[in-house]
Structure formats: C-alpha cells, structure tokens
C-alpha cells in the first residue's frame, strides 16, 4: 500500500517540477478598465487575433481578463515551459472588445511582450520569449 502512495506522491511532484512561473507587469495604466491579458502558446492564434474574442480558446495557455485601476497591474501564472508571446489591451468602455479608427489604429492602451512595435499586430517571433523555469516579462503600454 505505502508503494503505490509513494508512486502516486511522485507521479503528482512531477506534474508540479514541470510547472514554470511567469510573472507579468503592465506598466503605464492610464484609464480605468478591463484588462485583456492573454498568453499565446501559437503564432497563428496571436497573428490572428483582434481582441473580438475575450476569453479562453485553443492557443492562449493563460490569461485573465478583470477590471483594473490606473497605474501598474501585476499577475503571476503557472505554466508549463515553452515559447509564449502575451498580448494586452485595456477596455476602457467594457464593450469586450478592442475599439480601434477607421485607419484601425487602437483607441485604446495595448502592447505586447518584447514591447513589440508594428503597425497592427506583431510577429509571434518579435513578441515571443522561451519560459524555462521562471520569467518576468515587463510590459509598457
């Protein structure tokens, strides 16, 4: 009996060993508002998405989306290893989505991992970092 309790106590530290930490900071909050935060494990996925579609969906590993003041917003997130890209808007009239001119410039604070710059979203490679074990990724907006 204490084999098998002793199997499955190592069975569970290793899904925890697998587990890496990335700690996020968004600086620069000027407007109150949703916080739209998402961490992309695909390049096709974080190519592809407008900020229309908040919430959970195949190619975001993490993410959280909750209303925040002004100033600077910090989270932290348990995830396995690997290449990430992490994308951010703040929601400013809470209409679920990212509000963008007619040139589809945003009207709304946004940024992206690496500060990444580029007129419309940026290549995955630009904004992607490889998480080993532990990160923090700073964010201006």
Same mark, same amino acid.
Do not use: W
């Given at each position: 009996?204490?084999?098998?309790?002793?199997?499955?106590?190592? *069975?569970?530290?290793?899904?925890?060993?697998?587990?890496? +930490?990335?700690? =996020?900071?968004? !600086?620069?909050? +000027?407007?109150? &508002? @949703?916080?739209?935060?998402? *961490?992309?494990?695909?390049?096709?996925?974080?190519? #592809?998405?407008? $900020?229309?579609?908040?919430? #959970? !969906?195949? &190619? @975001?590993?993490?993410? =959280?989306?909750?209303? *925040?003041?002004? &100033?600077?917003?910090?989270?932290?997130?348990?995830?396995?290893?690997?290449?990430?890209?992490? $994308? =951010?808007? @703040?929601?400013?009239? /809470?209409?679920?989505?990212?509000? +963008?001119?007619?040139?589809?410039?945003?009207? /709304? !604070?946004? &940024?992206?991992?690496?500060?990444?710059?580029?007129?419309? *979203?940026?290549?995955?490679?630009?904004? #992607?970092? =490889?998480?080993? +074990?532990?990160? @923090?990724?700073?964010?201006?907006?």
């Amino acid at each position: 009996m204490m084999k098998y309790f002793y199997c499955l106590l190592f *069975i569970l530290c290793s899904f925890q060993l697998r587990a890496a +930490t990335l700690d =996020v900071e968004i !600086q620069g909050v +000027t407007e109150e &508002g @949703i916080l739209h935060l998402a *961490i992309y494990n695909s390049k096709k996925v974080f190519e #592809s998405d407008r $900020g229309d579609k908040p919430g #959970s !969906q195949p &190619g @975001i590993e993490a993410g =959280v989306i909750k209303k *925040i003041n002004k &100033g600077t917003y910090r989270g932290s997130f348990a995830i396995p290893p690997g290449t990430y890209a992490i $994308g =951010v808007y @703040i929601d400013e009239n /809470e209409n679920e989505k990212l509000d +963008t001119n007619f040139l589809g410039i945003p009207k /709304e !604070q946004y &940024g992206f991992s690496n500060n990444a710059k580029a007129f419309g *979203i940026p290549k995955f490679e630009a904004a #992607s970092f =490889v998480l080993d +074990t532990y990160k @923090i990724v700073q964010i201006v907006l």
